[in-house]
Nanobody
């Protein structure tokens, strides 16, 4: 059974940091592209960051550039998202996702598997 389980969310004050983790089971991630998306209330799901199957290439949404870092550990089947300098605009449910083969890493509909999400709340 394929599972993506996010953890590490929570409440933090403005300027704080959080590290999200995504533990994958049911398949090996070494041949898959991994991404993080987020969705705030009343807004569409937004691409945050992605990392190609090899780990050589990373991609970030405009809101994440310079503040967030995505990483992967294929041996542990884990993907992480380090988030620094958080603002209230980062408040959302964050989702881990995976896809293999062709697709656009910043397009949610190209992903095959999704986690249930973890809530991040940034307060001022």
């Amino acid at each position: 059974q394929v599972q993506l389980v996010e953890s590490g969310g929570g409440s933090v004050q403005v300027g704080g940091s959080l590290r999200l983790s995504c533990a994958v089971s049911g398949f090996t991630i070494k041949n898959t592209h991994m991404g993080w998306f987020r969705q705030a209330p009343g807004k569409e799901r937004e691409f945050v960051a992605g990392v190609g199957w090899s780990g050589r290439f990373t991609y970030y949404g405009d809101s994440a550039k310079g503040r967030f870092t995505i990483s992967r550990d294929n041996a542990k089947n884990l993907v992480a998202l380090q988030m620094n300098s958080l603002t209230p605009e980062d408040t959302a449910v964050y989702y881990c996702a995976a896809y293999s083969g062709y697709g656009d890493i910043d397009v949610a509909s190209d992903y095959d598997y999704w986690g249930q999400g973890t809530q991040v709340t940034v307060s001022s």
